[in-house]
């Protein structure tokens, strides 16, 4: 009775990328009529793959953390993650290096890492590298429940919930202070500095700009990093399969060029075809600043506000290949550092352009820790990325800069002791050019607003927008992106939309324990 009544309440979501597919299935599991609607021909949105011959690289996320987010959206549905998505723990979480004299492993296992590290840089930095940790568990053992999974957090919020004792303990998590100078307390090796700096860039930020507090990403990791089988595309595609099997409809290639609104209430979209669609409410994936910039329509730009060019989180170069190597042993996760790590990140966000030298991430996708599975002719699957700044709607990225930008990766590459010969025709870039074409309005930035300042994180917008019935979701939106946090919010957006309505309607329901 119950469901028959909830039924006749249709929710609209805009948007198959992940946030989208995890609040359809959210909203499925409690009986809720749903449709997405999703203007590419797949599911995945950012986790998509691109075709190199017979194979399917992995050109969107590739590092996949916090398991725990899927297994709680599964059991929600009364199904087992581990049923549909089979994933493979990594020993070495990624393979670092600086020139060609070696590497540094970070492990699962923090005494391996810190051994490494004791081999590499010293006991005392070992030790150092120890309290790091125990710090980052505890900035996000305190930050998990209050901001994580909270729907909308403030800074007096997480100051009520963490008391007075944890208004003490703030300063030791140090929102204040920029990752790069915390580190600097750490660490005394540069290049330890360096690693750990990286971890902004998950964000799409500085570690010259971020707050301390994102070194909480650096534990996420150190509590697994797993590979899936398939690809990381199996993940988009189980989502997409359980939400179809909990009734949701999943309407590919049509794109949503209105959310309408009747009566200062999101009522339905209109589609590029004409075709009107009629909702009680809508959830919209797709970037903030899409609907704040008006790709939704002028009345539902009140909704959000858009990220100013200035504001703009990291975009990116890549290149997918099928190609051999030779010389540097790869992992499945690689990092080979830039030697100006100021000038890497002053190119970039001061100066709009893409680096001299930048830091270059390799996904070795046939191989797991020690293991290499290689195609024939000992050719391998590669994601190789370097950051860039978000100027896709403003400069054209034409094949000879792209080709400019891969001698300068692959030449960072060479240093560190990895040659890489690649065919050109077996080798597809994508630029901020592209990215903005799949993302429209961000310029490519890929992680919606940078986490630059200290109040940045509480910039994000929460899943509730001004206009009622209208819901936000997806990396643009808190907590954030990356594809455990894009679910996260995801789970908000449906569990804030259900609330909701259920005040609206008089139902009385017990909360999904589950859902944050
Ligand atoms: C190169 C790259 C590497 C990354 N690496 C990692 C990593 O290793 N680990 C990690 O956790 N995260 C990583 N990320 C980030 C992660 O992929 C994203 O944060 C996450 O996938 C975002 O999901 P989403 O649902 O918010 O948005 P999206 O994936 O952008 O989905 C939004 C969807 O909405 C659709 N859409 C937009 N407008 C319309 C419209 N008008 N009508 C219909 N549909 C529309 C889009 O086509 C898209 O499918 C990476 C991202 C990139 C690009």
Redesign the pocket.
């Known amino acids: 009775m119950l469901n028959r009544r909830i039924a006749e309440d249709q929710a609209v979501i ?7 597919l995890t609040a359809a299935i959210a909203l499925a599991s409690r009986g809720l009529a749903v449709t997405v ?4 021909a797949q599911p ?4 998509r793959t691109v075709p190199i011959g017979a194979s399917q690289i992995d ?5 996949f ?1 916090m398991r725990w987010v899927f297994e709680e959206l599964f059991a929600a549905a009364n199904r087992n993650f581990s049923d549909h998505v089979k994933l493979r723990p990594l020993d070495v979480l990624a393979r670092h290096a600086w020139d060609d004299s070696g590497h540094l492993d970070l492990f699962a296992d923090e005494a391996r890492s810190a051994d490494a590290i004791g081999a590499f840089a010293g006991a005392a930095e070992a030790a150092r590298f120890r309290q790091f940790c125990a710090d980052a568990r505890e900035t996000y053992r305190r930050l998990e429940r209050p901001f994580l999974r909270s729907a909308k957090p403030s800074l007096p919020g997480l100051i009520i919930s963490s008391g007075w004792r944890g208004l003490l303990q703030l300063p030791k998590i140090r929102p204040f202070t920029t990752m790069w100078n915390a580190l600097g307390d750490y660490f005394h090796d540069p290049r330890m500095r360096q690693l750990f700096g990286r971890y902004a860039t998950y964000c799409g930020s500085s570690p010259y700009m971020a707050p301390a507090t994102l070194m909480l990403v650096a534990h996420v990791e150190q509590e697994g990093v797993w590979v899936i089988e398939g690809g990381m595309h199996q993940l988009a595609t189980a989502l997409a399969d359980c939400a179809i099997a909990l009734g949701v409809q999943i309407r590919y290639e ?4 209105e959310v309408t609104i009747a009566g200062g209430r999101a009522n339905g979209v209109t589609l590029s075809s004409g075709e009107h669609m009629a909702a009680s409410n809508v959830i919209v ?3 903030v600043t ?1 609907l704040g910039s008006g ?1 939704f329509g002028a009345d539902a730009a009140r909704a959000a506000v858009p990220v100013k060019l200035n504001e703009r989180s990291l975009s ?1 170069v ?1 290149w997918s290949l099928v190609a051999r190597t030779s010389g540097f042993p790869l992992s499945r996760h690689n990092v080979f550092f830039s030697r100006d790590y100021a000038a890497e990140f002053d190119d970039i966000f001061n100066k709009g352009a893409v680096p001299d030298e930048p830091t270059v991430y390799v996904c070795a996708q046939d191989r797991a820790d020690n293991e290499a599975t290689l195609l024939r002719d000992d050719a391998e699957e590669l994601l190789v ?1 370097i950051n860039a700044p978000a100027v896709g709607d403003r400069y054209p990225f034409g094949p000879a800069q792209v080709e400019r930008y891969a001698e300068r990766a692959f030449a960072v590459l060479q240093r560190c002791g990895l040659t890489v010969t690649h065919d050109p025709q077996a080798t597809v870039a994508t630029t901020p050019n592209d ?1 903005h074409r ?3 309005a961000t310029g490519g930035a ?2 919606g607003r940078a986490s630059h300042g200290w109040t940045a994180s509480f910039r994000r917008p929460g899943a509730r927008t001004k206009i009622p019935g209208l819901y936000v979701a ?2 643009s939106t808190h907590p954030g ?6 679910a996260l919010s995801g789970r908000s957006a449906a569990a804030s939309l259900y609330d909701d309505l259920a005040e609206m309607r008089g139902w009385k329901q017990a909360r999904d324990p589950a859902t944050p």
């Open positions: 805009v948007g198959a990328g992940i946030s989208g609607l999703e203007r590419a995945g949105g950012k986790m050109s969107g996320p590739t590092v953390t049509q794109e949503v060029r994936s797709a970037d899409a790709l990116a890549t990325l990215f799949m993302f429209p890929l992680y997806g990396g992106p990356g594809v455990p946090m894009a």
